[in-house]
């Protein structure tokens, strides 16, 4: 795999809006073409040597791997839109960090801003720290959010993460989220999304769920009083027909959106 | 015949709260232009026609800031100064905008564009949140002289009108006789939910005492019960399970319901969720009777801010000009995000008064980068200014247009002359557009 460096040089006064860092836009270019590239710094357009010295060269967009050094906690956008490759993040990265991703995989050393993975729809998205609010969620006003893929969090979560999921059996699509922790409003609008939490949680996990399954391995505060108590299971199949074995209490619901549900929170016994 | 001492003025609207009553009889003094006498107005809205008179705490010149006090300059040497901050920073904000009339609004939005900048209205720390659930799940609602004639029940939620728009219930709510409802509070049934219980509360039918932000699951299970389902809690937010079925039943069983709701669903810890589940709510409502749900804004242009940035860039608030288009994102581009995150190089304040109302650090970041403001009278915004170039009242000094809380564009009156070097917001932007513009080279 051809090999990408990133460093970045000092850091941005304003956040720096770099959309172009994807293996599409990198692939079959020389480092020279590559600082050539814009990037938005405040109301400036800059160009990516600017900010990053670049060493390495690239291939097709398959064979292309883009590793990033520094803190780049004001940078944002990284990944936009990526069909394929690979990018790896050593340190910390700002928000938008793989939005509508369709392809490849980003890892992220560090923690992430808010919006990581945003709507993704396909691809891998894996944070190695902490991550912000709305982690896979939609954008302001979309009624779908993360249509397929996964996101995995080692730490926490924040706020309505994973907010309007959208599954499709029909397509194969199961969108997924693995975290550490996570905050309020987990799998808001949630239409078949599926979260697995390996610690707690906080308060109104699974708000206006439509369909879909969160299951909670640590504690849960208390649930919406539109969750019902359904009994205890043993076995949990997702909807991608892999199988989690424990013991968990079953709860359906939202019932503020629909009497007869197939929503469903497993919190562990 | 006794001589005519003062001009009166009739049917004039109060340019104070969203509730815009535009039955005000103003007697002015015409040689010494005050207002002298203000009637049917509420307390505050009496206050702020009398506030316009000449004081000391009123802007009449340009100031600068110059080695920690003000001194006075032209208006040319202001508007060019003010112009050459915005137009070399990288980062401008435009804030504010609530307290003024459309024209003005409009030439803001030109403005940021101009600037690359960012540009926010008093919404991001107000009804805001209403605005992002809006875009979510939709909202039915309805004017209200619609309210006013058919209501039958009437829900205040977590706000106080009682304090804050003082004349919404004669007019609009409670003791005002309608259409349908001609004897007026006797025929209405009104349920007040709150933590507090306020003077809103005490002139209530039934009063909920909710928990404080656990209104998000009195909501939730309220939208449970309407659809049939026995929930599992014996009390919810501090509401026992009889009571919740009680209410269900009180909304069904109305003719014509309707929920106010103020900042203790919006800014309490659930923010735009707190609405995202009261237009479900009020939705699911509509399956058995009328229902219709309306904000209770603050500013009395606050819902014209939101309409005159939408149709001028297709976002209400919190929108982004740095790449020549404009884009939306609340907590990215909101003004106390930018603020915390130390974003901006230079501020521009129109209308409102931010260091009073946002959070210490945002406030001391926004300290640190000069700040020019389009301001009538003295604020704590306005004395930590760079450059403040005075205004007239909109509503009182020059005419415009605002519009209601429910969306009813209502035409501002003018009754005296702004006083000394004053002019309406409207043409200090437009000043201020121009020189940009010269400095830019466009």
Same mark, same amino acid.
């Given at each position: 795999m051809a090999e990408i460096k990133l460093k970045l040089k000092e850091q941005p006064r304003f956040p720096l809006e770099a959309e172009v860092i994807t293996p599409d836009n990198f692939a079959t270019k020389t480092a020279a073409q590559i600082k050539k590239l814009e990037l938005f710094h405040g109301n400036e357009i800059v160009k990516l040597g600017d900010f990053f010295e670049v060493s390495g060269k690239s291939n097709d967009v398959k064979d292309t791997k883009i590793v990033i050094e520094g803190d780049l906690s004001n940078v944002k956008r990284i990944g936009e839109k990526m069909t394929g490759g690979e990018i790896i993040i050593d340190g910390d990265i700002g928000m938008?960090? *793989?939005?509508?991703?369709?392809g490849g995989k980003i890892t992220v050393n560090g923690n992430a801003g808010d919006w990581a993975g945003a709507m993704l729809k396909g691809g891998e998205l894996e944070i190695n720290g902490d991550a912000g609010n709305y982690i896979g969620a939609a954008y302001r006003g979309f009624w779908i959010g993360m249509e397929n893929g996964v996101i995995k969090v080692k730490g926490k979560v924040g706020r309505e993460s994973m907010l309007w999921a959208r599954s499709s059996k029909g397509a194969n699509k199961f969108p997924l989220l693995k975290c550490g922790s996570a905050e309020s409003f987990l799998g808001m609008h949630n239409h078949g999304g599926t979260i697995i939490v390996e610690g707690d949680v906080n308060l109104y996990t699974g708000a206006d769920q439509a369909w879909g399954q969160i299951i909670i391995k640590g504690k849960a505060p208390r649930l919406l009083p539109s969750y019902k108590k359904m009994g205890e299971i043993s076995e949990i199949e997702l909807a991608n027909g892999e199988k989690i074995t424990g013991k968990f209490i079953e709860y359906s619901g939202d019932h503020s959106v629909k009497k007869e549900t197939n929503g469903r929170i497993y919190i562990a016994n | 015949m006794v001589e005519k001492k003062y001009k009166t003025f009739y049917d004039v609207i109060c340019p104070?709260? *969203?509730?815009?009553? %535009? %039955?005000l009889e103003i007697d002015v003094d015409e040689k010494a232009q005050e207002v002298v006498e203000v009637r049917n107005g509420c307390q505050i809205g009496t206050r702020k026609f009398f506030s316009s008179n000449p004081s000391g705490h009123r802007y009449m010149t340009p100031l600068i800031r110059e080695n920690g006090s003000y001194k006075e300059i032209s208006w040319d040497e202001a508007i060019d100064k003010a112009a050459d901050i915005l137009a070399k920073a990288k980062r401008p904000l435009l804030y504010g905008f609530a307290s003024t009339e459309c024209e003005a609004q409009s030439k803001g939005v030109e403005l940021a564009e101009i600037l690359g900048g960012i540009l926010d209205n008093t919404a991001s720390v107000c009804h805001g949140p209403t605005l992002l659930a809006e875009q979510d799940v939709g909202v039915p609602t309805s004017t209200l002289g619609e309210y006013k004639n058919r209501a039958d029940l009437v829900i205040f939620w977590g706000c106080n009108p009682v304090h804050a728009h003082p004349r919404h219930l004669g007019r609009y709510s409670d003791f005002v006789r309608g259409y349908f409802r001609q004897d007026g509070r006797n025929d209405r049934y009104i349920i007040v939910v709150d933590p507090r219980n306020t003077n809103t509360a005490q002139i209530a039918d039934l009063y909920i005492k909710v928990n404080p932000n656990e209104d998000y699951e009195l909501m939730n299970a309220i939208r449970a019960t309407l659809r049939g389902v026995e929930i599992d809690q014996k009390e919810v937010a501090g509401v026992k399970k009889e009571d919740l079925i009680k209410v269900t039943n009180i909304m069904k069983e109305s003719n014509y319901g309707v929920i106010f709701f103020g900042m203790g669903l919006t800014q309490s810890i659930s923010h735009h969720r707190n609405i995202d589940t009261a237009v479900c709510l009020t939705r699911e409502l509509n399956d058995h009777t009328k229902f219709s749900i309306t904000p209770m804004r603050g500013h009395y242009n606050i819902t014209g801010s939101n309409t005159v940035f939408t149709w001028n860039t297709g976002y209400a608030y919190s929108i982004d000009f740095s790449r020549g288009y404009p884009r939306y994102n609340p907590g990215e581009f909101s003004a106390v995000d930018v603020l915390l995150r130390d974003e901006i190089d230079a501020s521009l304040i129109v209308a409102s008064d931010p260091a009073s109302n946002f959070p210490a650090a945002a406030v001391r970041n926004m300290f640190k980068h000069p700040i020019i403001s389009i301001e009538p009278h003295h604020t704590p915004t306005s004395v930590n200014a760079d450059i403040i170039l005075p205004a007239a009242f909109a509503g009182i000094e020059t005419e415009g247009t605002a519009y209601r809380m429910d969306h009813v564009p209502l035409r501002l009156r003018k009754v005296k002359n702004p006083p000394g070097e004053t002019l309406p917001d409207r043409e200090i932007l437009e000043k201020l557009i121009e020189k940009v513009k010269e400095k830019k080279g466009e």
């Amino acid at each position: 795999m051809a090999e990408i460096k990133l460093k970045l040089k000092e850091q941005p006064r304003f956040p720096l809006e770099a959309e172009v860092i994807t293996p599409d836009n990198f692939a079959t270019k020389t480092a020279a073409q590559i600082k050539k590239l814009e990037l938005f710094h405040g109301n400036e357009i800059v160009k990516l040597g600017d900010f990053f010295e670049v060493s390495g060269k690239s291939n097709d967009v398959k064979d292309t791997k883009i590793v990033i050094e520094g803190d780049l906690s004001n940078v944002k956008r990284i990944g936009e839109k990526m069909t394929g490759g690979e990018i790896i993040i050593d340190g910390d990265i700002g928000m938008h960090v *793989g939005n509508q991703m369709k392809g490849g995989k980003i890892t992220v050393n560090g923690n992430a801003g808010d919006w990581a993975g945003a709507m993704l729809k396909g691809g891998e998205l894996e944070i190695n720290g902490d991550a912000g609010n709305y982690i896979g969620a939609a954008y302001r006003g979309f009624w779908i959010g993360m249509e397929n893929g996964v996101i995995k969090v080692k730490g926490k979560v924040g706020r309505e993460s994973m907010l309007w999921a959208r599954s499709s059996k029909g397509a194969n699509k199961f969108p997924l989220l693995k975290c550490g922790s996570a905050e309020s409003f987990l799998g808001m609008h949630n239409h078949g999304g599926t979260i697995i939490v390996e610690g707690d949680v906080n308060l109104y996990t699974g708000a206006d769920q439509a369909w879909g399954q969160i299951i909670i391995k640590g504690k849960a505060p208390r649930l919406l009083p539109s969750y019902k108590k359904m009994g205890e299971i043993s076995e949990i199949e997702l909807a991608n027909g892999e199988k989690i074995t424990g013991k968990f209490i079953e709860y359906s619901g939202d019932h503020s959106v629909k009497k007869e549900t197939n929503g469903r929170i497993y919190i562990a016994n | 015949m006794v001589e005519k001492k003062y001009k009166t003025f009739y049917d004039v609207i109060c340019p104070f709260c *969203g509730t815009l009553c %535009d %039955d005000l009889e103003i007697d002015v003094d015409e040689k010494a232009q005050e207002v002298v006498e203000v009637r049917n107005g509420c307390q505050i809205g009496t206050r702020k026609f009398f506030s316009s008179n000449p004081s000391g705490h009123r802007y009449m010149t340009p100031l600068i800031r110059e080695n920690g006090s003000y001194k006075e300059i032209s208006w040319d040497e202001a508007i060019d100064k003010a112009a050459d901050i915005l137009a070399k920073a990288k980062r401008p904000l435009l804030y504010g905008f609530a307290s003024t009339e459309c024209e003005a609004q409009s030439k803001g939005v030109e403005l940021a564009e101009i600037l690359g900048g960012i540009l926010d209205n008093t919404a991001s720390v107000c009804h805001g949140p209403t605005l992002l659930a809006e875009q979510d799940v939709g909202v039915p609602t309805s004017t209200l002289g619609e309210y006013k004639n058919r209501a039958d029940l009437v829900i205040f939620w977590g706000c106080n009108p009682v304090h804050a728009h003082p004349r919404h219930l004669g007019r609009y709510s409670d003791f005002v006789r309608g259409y349908f409802r001609q004897d007026g509070r006797n025929d209405r049934y009104i349920i007040v939910v709150d933590p507090r219980n306020t003077n809103t509360a005490q002139i209530a039918d039934l009063y909920i005492k909710v928990n404080p932000n656990e209104d998000y699951e009195l909501m939730n299970a309220i939208r449970a019960t309407l659809r049939g389902v026995e929930i599992d809690q014996k009390e919810v937010a501090g509401v026992k399970k009889e009571d919740l079925i009680k209410v269900t039943n009180i909304m069904k069983e109305s003719n014509y319901g309707v929920i106010f709701f103020g900042m203790g669903l919006t800014q309490s810890i659930s923010h735009h969720r707190n609405i995202d589940t009261a237009v479900c709510l009020t939705r699911e409502l509509n399956d058995h009777t009328k229902f219709s749900i309306t904000p209770m804004r603050g500013h009395y242009n606050i819902t014209g801010s939101n309409t005159v940035f939408t149709w001028n860039t297709g976002y209400a608030y919190s929108i982004d000009f740095s790449r020549g288009y404009p884009r939306y994102n609340p907590g990215e581009f909101s003004a106390v995000d930018v603020l915390l995150r130390d974003e901006i190089d230079a501020s521009l304040i129109v209308a409102s008064d931010p260091a009073s109302n946002f959070p210490a650090a945002a406030v001391r970041n926004m300290f640190k980068h000069p700040i020019i403001s389009i301001e009538p009278h003295h604020t704590p915004t306005s004395v930590n200014a760079d450059i403040i170039l005075p205004a007239a009242f909109a509503g009182i000094e020059t005419e415009g247009t605002a519009y209601r809380m429910d969306h009813v564009p209502l035409r501002l009156r003018k009754v005296k002359n702004p006083p000394g070097e004053t002019l309406p917001d409207r043409e200090i932007l437009e000043k201020l557009i121009e020189k940009v513009k010269e400095k830019k080279g466009e």
